[in-house]
């Protein structure tokens, strides 16, 4: 049973490795992941005039980190940012803010 543990430990740490492995080796991740957003925040972070979703492109990569982070807690009220922050890791959560901080 010490094994079989050890065994699915060791897995779990390699699969763990392989998924920040995958973020750092793909160039567009942060463009892809950033493309999920494009429903309501508009093609890449420039919304729609008059939508009501805020505009992401050229927010400062912090003060978007934040308000993820405050969705994912619950601290910050949402109708659904609350769940979809949450279907994110926080390495791509970063990812997502630093792409629509680089954005003009």
């Known amino acids: 049973m010490k094994l079989l543990r050890w065994t ?14 995958e973020e750092k080796a793909d160039p567009n991740l942060a463009r892809n992941l950033a493309a999920t957003c494009a429903n309501c925040h508009g093609t890449d972070g420039k919304a729609v ?3 009501g979703a ?3 492109a050229g927010t400062d ?16 009220p949402a109708t659904i940012m609350h769940q979809i922050s949450k279907g994110y890791t926080e390495a791509q959560l970063e990812l997502v803010a630093a792409y629509f901080a680089a954005r003009k």
């Open 8 to 21: 699915l430990a060791v897995g779990l740490i390699g699969a763990m490795g392989a998924v920040h492995a």
């Open 61 to 76: 990569k912090a003060k978007l980190m934040q308000k993820l982070m405050d969705f994912r807690s619950g601290a910050k």
């Open 49 to 51: 005039a008059g939508s």
């Open 54 to 56: 805020e505009a992401l």
